[in-house]
């Protein structure tokens, strides 16, 4: 087999092999959707609807209904969810950035904006946020004491889901 032959052969079975994870990647995606309808959907609903709890299996694992709650600040929301934030104690969750772009080459101004930040330097920028992980866990902390918190400024998406123990 000449050497020509023999890379035509490889790219030959790289593109098959492109071919078949593109291929597994799509059924995945697939499987992944069919796994969280029957968990956020299907299986809450069912043990809801005939008044089931949680569920022990043959195989030991026993599938339990959990609360569960995402939640995210859109740019619009953000200054008056920071502000609810402040207003009612909870600033801590806020997180402060200041960050400062320098050049190529302006290294040693690096340097010296790390040490001690001026006035002098362009480009500084204060950035606040609020960690997706912290939000969720604020939420859903504040919901299981049935606190009042705005739900709307807060994006909470409230729904059940089935918990494989």
């Not at 009612?88 to 690096?110: L, Q, R």
């Amino acid at each position: 087999m000449s050497d020509l032959e023999r890379v035509t052969k490889l790219a030959k079975q790289l593109v098959k092999q492109k071919a078949d994870i593109a291929k597994l990647e799509e059924r995945l995606d697939e499987a992944k959707k069919d796994m969280g309808k029957i968990e956020r959907e299907d299986l809450p609903d069912l043990m809801a609807e005939i008044g089931v709890e949680s569920v022990k299996l043959d195989s030991g694992e026993t599938i339990m209904i959990a609360s569960e709650c995402n939640a995210s600040i859109s740019k619009a929301n953000q200054s008056k969810a920071f502000a609810w934030l402040a207003k009612h104690g909870y600033a801590g969750i806020i997180k402060t950035c200041v960050s400062v772009s320098f050049g190529k080459g302006d290294h040693d101004k690096a340097e010296a904006a790390r040490a001690a930040l001026s006035e002098s330097y362009e480009g500084v920028t204060l950035d606040e946020s609020v960690h997706p992980s912290t939000l969720k866990s604020f939420v859903k902390e504040r919901l299981e004491h049935a606190d009042k918190i705005p739900l709307d400024l807060f994006g909470v998406f409230q729904f059940k889901k089935a918990i494989v123990k």
